[in-house]
């Protein structure tokens, strides 16, 4: 499969953004995917995944009850919508994607991910 990211922009702190990621190929739905984000000089880290069908997700703490990860298989779309943003969110976003994980796991590491997007830029204004 290849991803492809985009929605990443420039924003005020408090601000939204919904980060969006197509992925090419068939059986979309029967992949876990997944968002990470990488700052300058630091270690790409957990955002959120979700199962095949949306119905279970998981977030990293620093995102949660800010960020929402969603999923239209029908149009093999992978989302994030990222609300109260903060600078501390500015990132380069991948989203990434793994088919039929043992026990269809959301991984939280990026060992976890076969398939990776090229990234999109978020950047958080004070």
């Known amino acids: 499969v290849q991803l492809q990211a985009s929605g990443g922009g420039l924003v005020q702190a408090g601000g939204s953004l919904r980060l969006s990621c197509v992925a090419s190929g068939r059986a979309f739905s029967s992949y876990v995917m997944a968002w990470f984000r990488q700052a300058p000089g630091k270690e790409r880290e957990f955002v959120a995944a979700?199962?095949?069908?949306?119905?279970?997700?998981t977030y990293a703490d620093s995102v949660k009850g800010r960020f929402t990860i969603s999923r239209d298989n029908a149009k093999n779309t992978l989302y994030l919508r990222m609300n109260s943003l903060k600078p501390e969110d500015t990132a380069v976003y991948y989203c990434a994607a793994v088919r039929n994980p043992p026990g269809l796991r959301l991984g939280v590491r990026p060992s976890s991910y076969d398939y990776w997007g090229q990234g999109t830029e978020v950047t958080v204004s004070s």
């Open positions: 979700i199962g095949w069908n949306g119905g279970s997700t």
